[in-house]
């Protein structure tokens, strides 16, 4: 194909790069598949083969026999360019026979000799056939993996291809058609290695298989070669003749001639790749033929020793076996899970820089990438569904992708970024604020045109014109540039932050920080060591405060306790905290002054450091009188709202059991158990108090900000009490079972001081403004939403994000570049008032192959779990489940008709930028967030079995995915393994950047668990550290500080249910490191579980393998074949 080509489905532009996956191509007419040779033609008459019984058709050749003499043939010529296999598209078997036809011989001497062609004769030409498949053409770089027609046999007969990248010194050379003279392959020179062209080097563990697969043409953008190639045989178990593809939607009346790459085929019985030398072996030996009615030992798509018969024909049966019975069935082929797409593949091992230009699809989300603002707003902060917009509203509902950015406004930049620039307009005499659009609002940014010698300028959102501020005017130079524009971060960075005073923008007094702490001292949490933890991380937490802000406490058990922190005007009174009660629940009030309750740490260390040593002490059972297990949540938070009435600030709510008691008090649902599992689940995921959705609204009014860490041995309620972080922009921590030793207490240490010490803003009010044709729809977070148009966050931090749906509210044209702006008013840590403004650019366009191509799956991932997230209350689990799968079959059913008409109806077609599609939804639904619970789910068996997950760990990743950004829901989504024991040595923390160097992934399956492998498993809230049953000793001992002589003693014993730690040795130091960043990565501390295997816990790491079949789920590969069945019933219906 001519890289200028057109493609189908893109009128004068090129299509994106595809995987594509179906079953061998069909060949039609009575003759083997046809022959070609760089155009020449011979007058060898072609070869045929007798059939028992066969008769000949009128109008088709007679019988054929096995009397032709073997001929000589030019040598083979391959072609980079040219028309694939008859219908089969890249990666069919274009040696392979059709359903009803048996396959020729090898040209030249017999089965298995290499060919021996002269150079004056060549195969004749093709006979014209109709009803032939046309040419297949899906795009430059389409990887075809075939299925079987009949999805119900068990994926027999399929091929697995890769993308091969010749090598320079490979000795092949694929030039352009009609460019001269074709090279020529040396038959028997040792193939080069192939792998997916996904950036990653070739793999010298994929052998290359000579079935014939034709290259596929260049990719549109120049570059290598890339050629298709088989993986692995493709068997029938218990057929004669495979099914053909019987679709008439798919079906030309014309038949492309052959590539003469078709003519190097895998010789029958021969291993893929490999051609027996002549005479050697169980192959004739040049010029000898099997005996008339006697087959070669393998034929392509048939059981060991027979063929399927030509069309019309009776199935062949071999000598001594009876007529009217089949040959032993074959043993079952399965499609090689490491030859389709898989995230494993995706580099992510070091930071890439990207620059953020417009149009342009950024970096997968999970993957380690420096971004460079070059006047558009970088992924950092906005990631955006697709990055090319459709131009119209049809466009999009034909495409079936969401038009949703998601918004994360104080996003941490990565080491190497620049941060974001603040700038201060108000030294300018008369700006107390930066310029905006007098009609849409839309604040001065990168894309506004100056005008009129500076004098105005143009809002690119509405194209209004502006006047220009004396005070920040500028003359123009030549090409319509500012003067000044290089000391205006404003007109040439995508994100910046201004500095604002006016009134306008202040609603209240600025304040420092405070921070009121609620603290639960039921009998729980007393006796789990959840207090002394707790009390342990406060203290050495606070210090860490540089902010200056004020902390006050309240204890609650059945009562509500007030600590007052007052310090006496006389220094000869020693400083003591107090507490006051109060007793009266119903009609709580606050019995301090504020400046009692909250005091400054660093003027009051001494006593709040006091206060933290002795509350363990007070609280701890004495005698035979125990502490009350019951708690008033309820009562806490309407005192903790009143005590920040006026003030705003946060709120950091600990609990440990379910708040029983008191006029607010919530009780155990005695029904869960029974309607766990059926239609009626979605009621337990629904708040069944009104009261804490009311102290939540008041508390956002107020600008309070709560968040919730809860610690619970039992259920806990989070459906209603998580209702309270989700609307004033908290965050919800949750720690069942807690142990300090099995991590638990380290892991609160750290999200405790990653919540109190990362960036956060205060009084929040964000509005995403849009250019014409496109408009928000609907905000998905944490969050209010008072007007419909502005969104309140009481609270808002780095990792928090918001999902904006969009719609077209007009036509675009296809040539405008849509702008859409996000703009948040936010209150400092030091009290600073400021707006946080981010711009981003996109492209628009009427052809589906490059809104495809523009498509960026983890934001898709995204706003498919904040939708989820939605529905769960309302709609039955299994419903949303199938309405994902259905989301996924609209999309690549959509790419397949009108991106790649011309493939093979049989194959499923992945676009190069959703080809992980497929893996990600199956991934979801087997995440906590999804899983089916109960009596009536799927009971787990094997080693397979997923963990049962509580209703509250449900509801934890409800919240979770309702407020994280992409790059922490995707691990959560598709965890990653490591192989530690063949980690690289340069894995780990880079000593000269600093930087993480990750491993390469695997496979999320057991089969890439080796018995004598060290595995890392995570997803961002758990690791495991899997250990093989063979594991060297020199390992063990290295990873656990264990004397060699001990490291097997160790092994079979202690070592499982234990926690990593660091020692001093290469290794232990090398997973620190990397344990470590990955931590840092995520934003989260996850304590390394030892796992080893045939361990009981391993069924909870084993819950992380998602393509391997769990309880209620398929396999990837069966999902892959679900999916293509669900996308051409839906092409049939077309």
Known sequence: MNPTQPTPGAPGQGVPPTYSYGPPPTHQGPYPPPTQAGGMHTSAPPTHYAQPGATTAPGTHPAPTYATPPGNYPPPTYHSQGPPSPGGGYGSIPGAPAAGHAPPPPSGGGYGAQPSWGNSQTPPPPPAQANAPPYSHASANNIPVQFPHNMNNMLMGSTISSTYTPSPTSGRQYPPVGSGPPAQYTAGAPPPAAHFNTGAPPSPSLPYSSTGNPPPPPPSSGGVVNEVVDSMKSLWSGVSTPAPVQNPDFRSSTAPPPSQYQQQQQQYGAPPGQYPPPGQGQY??????????????????????????????????????????????????????????????AGESRAVRFRAAVGHPPPSASSQFVCVDVGNCTPRFIRSTMYTLPATEDLLSTLHIPMAVCVQPLAESAPGEDEVPLVDLTRLPGLEAPPRCHRCRAYINPFAKFIDGGRKYVCRLCDFENEVPQAYFSPLEPNGRRHDIDHRPELFRGSVDFLVTSKEYITRTPRNPHYLFVIDVSEYSITSGMFQSLMDSIKSILPELKDGGRVGFVTYDTSVHFWSLRMPKSAHVTAQPHMMVVPDLTNVFVPLNPEHLFVNYVECQQLVDYLLERLPIIFRTQGEKPRPSNSVLGAALQAASMALEGIGGRVLVFSACLPDHGPWALKPRDDITKTLGTDKERGVYQPRNPFYRTVAMECASKMICVDLFAFAHSFIDLSTLGVVPTITGGQLYHYPFFNPQTGDGDRLRFDLRRHLTRPHGYDAVMRVRTSRGITPTEYLGSFTSPNGADIEMAGVDCDKAIVVMLKHDDKMDDKSEPVLQAAMLYTTGDGSRRIRVHTISFTASTVLGQLFKGA???????????????????????????????KCVDILAAYRKYCAQSTNAGQLILPEALKLLPV??????????????????????????????PVDERVYSMAMFNCIPPNIAIPFIYPRVYAIHKMPHDAGIDAATGQLVLPPTLRLSNEVLEPDGVYLVENGQAMYLWLGKNTPAPIISQLFNIEPEQAYIASSGDLSRSLLHSYDNDLSRQVHDLVNGIMRLRGRFTAVQVVKQKDPLEARMFGLLVEDRGADAMSYVDYLCHVHRLIQNKLANF
């Open 856 to 886: 960026d799956l983890d934001s898709i991932m995204t706003v498919y779990a904040r939708q989820a997230v939605k529905d769960i209350p309302n709609h039955p689990l299994p419903s949303i489940k199938n309405a994902l799968t259905d």
């Open 284 to 345: 004739p030996p040049p010029g000898q033929y099997p005996p008339p009615g006697q087959y070669p030992p393998q034929a392509y798509g048939a059981p060991p020793g027979q063929y399927p018969p030509p069309n019309g024909q009776a199935p062949y049966v071999p000598q001594g076996q009876p007529p009217g019975t089949a040959a032993p069935p074959a043993p079952v082929s399965r499609i090689d899970p490491t030859q389709i797409p898989s995230p494993a593949s």
């Open 920 to 949: 990600y939804i199956l991934s979801f639904m087997k995440n906590p967030l999804l899983r089916i619970l109960g009596a009536n789910a799927p009971q787990p068996t094997g080693q397979f079995a997923d963990p049962a997950v």
